[in-house]
Each structure stands twice: as C-alpha cells, then as structure tokens.
C-alpha cells in the first residue's frame, strides 16, 4: 500500500496541518517507507511461531530479569503534606467543583 500526494494533503487537511510542497514531499516519504516495512513484516512467514508475552523473553528469561516488586522510597506523606492547607487521614483535602 503506497500513498499519494492527494492522500497526504487529505490527512493534513483532516488533521489540520499546513504543509508546504517540502513538507508534503517528506512526509509522503516518510509514510510510503514505513508502510514498506510493515509490508516486508508481513511477508514473514510466523506459521508455528509461538507469540511472546514480552520481546526479551526470545533472548533470556522474562522472570529473572524483573526485579522484585517492593517499596524502594521512604513513606515522606506526612511531611509532604505539612504545607496543604487542609488534610484528613492522610489524604489531601480539596474544595467540591461539582454541584
């Protein structure tokens, strides 16, 4: 699938954007070369392949490579909201904006 000039300035219009013939012409090269990408990804045969949960997990395993899931920063809530002007139970309190 390739782009014209005519779809380039129909996307711009539609996104609002003013591109100058430079601008166009760039933009159209752009496009057309990831879209030729995606064609030569498609053109790769993935019958039989397994889908992977993560990209790294093709090189190393994903488990030993993730870090262990803890609180790594101290608890500094009280003394972050010592300038609030109003708190309750830990939570900052603010005006109702909605009736």
């Given at each position: ?57 093709a090189l190393?395993?994903?488990?030993l490579r ?34």
């Amino acid at each position: 699938m390739a782009l014209t000039p005519q779809d380039i300035a129909r996307i711009a219009n539609l996104a609002r954007l003013e591109l100058d013939a430079e601008q166009s012409g760039r933009m159209l090269t752009q496009i057309n070369g990831f879209f030729d990408i995606v064609e030569k990804m498609r053109a790769v045969d993935t019958a039989g392949i397994e889908p992977l949960a993560h990209p790294v997990a093709a090189l190393q395993d994903v488990q030993l490579r993730l870090r262990e899931d803890r609180a790594s920063e101290p608890d500094d809530r009280a003394a972050n909201q010592r300038s609030a002007p109003a708190v309750e139970r830990g939570l900052f309190l603010v005006p109702k904006v909605i009736e």
